[in-house]
């Protein structure tokens, strides 16, 4: 069992930045694959951003794409969302998920262990 905890959210103004944190219990963290997905008031959770297990692989969605960076530190127990350029749109609960040897997925389906979500809010 991976228990996740997520971090670093905050109320932001358009064009600041934030970075969330995702803290592992497990020891053996270098063996997962880490996505965060995003669920905003009144819509489906959607697929962010993730890095395979190795850290050389990552994926992110057209909405965040250059804008966000998913970073992976083994010696933490930790992966990184770097966000940058924020925009309203960004405004979500955003959640850390882990996927035992995943290739970096986009479907959360993939992934079974979650954490309980940060709130970011992205003032206009």
């Known amino acids: 069992q991976v228990q996740l905890v997520e971090s670093g959210g905050g109320l932001v103004q358009a064009g600041g930045s934030l970075r969330l944190s995702c803290a592992a219990s497990d020891r053996t963290f270098s063996r997962y694959a880490m996505g965060w997905f995003r669920q905003a008031p009144g819509k489906e959770r959607e697929f962010a951003a993730a890095?395979?297990?190795?850290?050389?692989?990552?994926a992110y969605a057209d909405s965040v794409k250059g804008r966000f960076t998913i970073s992976k530190d083994n010696a933490k127990n930790t992966v990184y969302l770097q966000m940058n350029s924020l925009k309203p749109e960004d405004t979500a609960v955003y959640y850390c998920a882990a996927d035992r040897w995943g290739a970096g997925q986009t479907a959360g389906g993939e992934y079974r262990y979650w954490g309980q979500g940060t709130q970011v809010t992205v003032s206009s």
């Open positions: 890095i395979s297990w190795r850290g050389d692989s990552t």
